[in-house]
Nanobody
Framework: VQLVESGGGLVQSGGSLRLSCVTS????????VDWWRQPPGKEREWVAQ???????FYTTSVKGRFTISRDNAKNTAYLQMSSLKPEDTAIYFC????????WGQGTQVTVSS
């Protein structure tokens, strides 16, 4: 199983980014997918989930600003991030929900104030 995140970068506060998570080696369409992030010097934290039916769930701090989506034909999940804040600065990872797979490299998001 492979998970490849991309789309990160440096953006000013209030800006937007769209992250992609390309997967392989697992039945994507029947799997729930999570986005996680690890801020500098902190533990990895859960951000959002999209389940196999398309239902979405978010941590409180990103509700109304982030949107998780999926394209089953491309085995890809996305995280659209808007109204970014400096506290969103982190390495962003995706992973399948239970059971999780080995983590990918992640993609760095840096939000300047």
């Amino acid at each position: 199983v492979q998970l490849v995140e991309s789309g990160g970068g440096l953006v000013q506060s209030g800006g937007s980014l769209r992250l992609s998570c390309v997967t392989s080696g697992r039945d994507f369409a029947s799997s729930s997918v999570d986005w996680w992030r690890q801020p500098p010097g902190k533990e990895r934290e859960w951000v959002a989930q999209i389940d196999w039916s398309g239902s979405t769930f978010y941590t409180t701090s990103v509700k109304g600003r982030f949107t998780i989506s999926r394209d089953n034909a491309k085995n890809t999940a996305y995280l659209q991030m808007s109204s970014l804040k400096p506290e969103d600065t982190a390495i962003y990872f995706c992973n399948f929900a239970i059971p999780q797979e080995n983590w990918g490299q992640g993609t760095q998001v840096t939000v300047s104030s």
